[in-house]
Protein backbone atom coordinates (compact mmCIF):
# COMPACT_ATOMS: atom_id res chain seq x y z
CA UNK A 1 0.00 0.00 0.00
CA UNK A 2 1.14 3.07 -0.62
CA UNK A 3 2.03 5.82 2.07
CA UNK A 4 -0.04 9.33 2.04
CA UNK A 5 2.75 12.46 1.54
CA UNK A 6 0.16 14.36 3.91
CA UNK A 7 -2.56 13.68 6.29
CA UNK A 8 -6.30 13.47 5.50
CA UNK A 9 -7.23 16.45 8.14
CA UNK A 10 -9.54 14.87 11.09
CA UNK A 11 -12.49 17.33 9.72
CA UNK A 12 -12.67 15.60 6.22
CA UNK A 13 -12.41 11.97 8.10
CA UNK A 14 -15.41 13.76 10.37
CA UNK A 15 -17.89 14.58 7.14
CA UNK A 16 -16.95 10.91 5.74
CA UNK A 17 -18.22 9.49 9.07
CA UNK A 18 -21.25 11.50 8.66
CA UNK A 19 -22.27 10.60 4.88
CA UNK A 20 -21.50 6.81 6.60
CA UNK A 21 -23.95 6.98 9.25
CA UNK A 22 -26.12 9.06 6.36
CA UNK A 23 -26.37 6.22 4.36
CA UNK A 24 -26.92 3.77 6.80
CA UNK A 25 -30.08 6.03 8.56
CA UNK A 26 -31.57 6.48 5.37
CA UNK A 27 -30.45 2.59 3.99
CA UNK A 28 -28.55 3.91 0.99
CA UNK A 29 -25.96 1.95 -0.56
CA UNK A 30 -22.46 3.47 -1.68
CA UNK A 31 -23.90 2.85 -5.70
CA UNK A 32 -27.37 4.25 -5.11
CA UNK A 33 -25.54 7.95 -3.83
CA UNK A 34 -23.07 7.62 -6.29
CA UNK A 35 -25.34 7.44 -9.13
CA UNK A 36 -27.65 9.89 -7.78
CA UNK A 37 -24.43 12.16 -7.25
CA UNK A 38 -22.96 12.15 -10.49
CA UNK A 39 -19.77 10.84 -8.72
CA UNK A 40 -17.92 7.65 -10.12
CA UNK A 41 -18.43 5.24 -7.31
CA UNK A 42 -14.83 4.13 -7.41
CA UNK A 43 -14.32 7.81 -6.35
CA UNK A 44 -17.35 7.67 -3.90
CA UNK A 45 -16.05 5.19 -1.86
CA UNK A 46 -12.71 6.66 -1.83
CA UNK A 47 -14.34 9.75 -0.47
CA UNK A 48 -16.06 8.15 2.46
CA UNK A 49 -13.40 5.57 2.88
CA UNK A 50 -13.06 1.85 4.48
CA UNK A 51 -12.07 1.10 8.07
CA UNK A 52 -8.88 3.84 7.95
CA UNK A 53 -11.22 6.67 6.46
CA UNK A 54 -11.43 8.39 3.82
CA UNK A 55 -8.12 8.28 1.05
CA UNK A 56 -8.90 11.61 -0.93
CA UNK A 57 -10.57 14.86 0.00
CA UNK A 58 -13.71 15.82 -2.09
CA UNK A 59 -13.94 19.36 -2.79
CA UNK A 60 -17.17 21.33 -2.34
CA UNK A 61 -19.03 20.38 -5.35
CA UNK A 62 -18.81 16.50 -4.62
CA UNK A 63 -20.44 17.45 -1.05
CA UNK A 64 -23.51 19.56 -2.65
CA UNK A 65 -24.19 16.80 -4.80
CA UNK A 66 -23.85 14.08 -2.25
CA UNK A 67 -26.22 15.76 0.37
CA UNK A 68 -28.67 16.39 -2.67
CA UNK A 69 -28.54 13.06 -3.06
CA UNK A 70 -28.82 11.73 0.20
CA UNK A 71 -31.53 13.95 0.50
CA UNK A 72 -30.40 16.14 3.30
CA UNK A 73 -32.99 19.35 3.92
CA UNK A 74 -30.18 20.49 6.11
CA UNK A 75 -26.57 19.98 4.81
CA UNK A 76 -25.00 20.71 8.45
CA UNK A 77 -25.80 17.35 8.82
CA UNK A 78 -22.80 16.79 7.04
CA UNK A 79 -20.64 18.79 9.58
CA UNK A 80 -22.02 17.26 12.83
CA UNK A 81 -18.93 16.70 15.01
CA UNK A 82 -15.99 19.57 13.33
CA UNK A 83 -14.22 20.85 15.60
CA UNK A 84 -13.26 24.82 15.30
CA UNK A 85 -9.13 24.67 14.73
CA UNK A 86 -7.33 27.67 15.09
Partial sequence: MRERKTEIPENVKIVSLNIKRLMETKKLKASEVAIKA??????????VGGPN??????????????????????????FKGIINHK
Avoid: C, H, W
Fill in 53 to 78: GPSIIMGADKLIRIAVALGLDDYNEL
Fill in 38 to 47: QIDIETFRRY
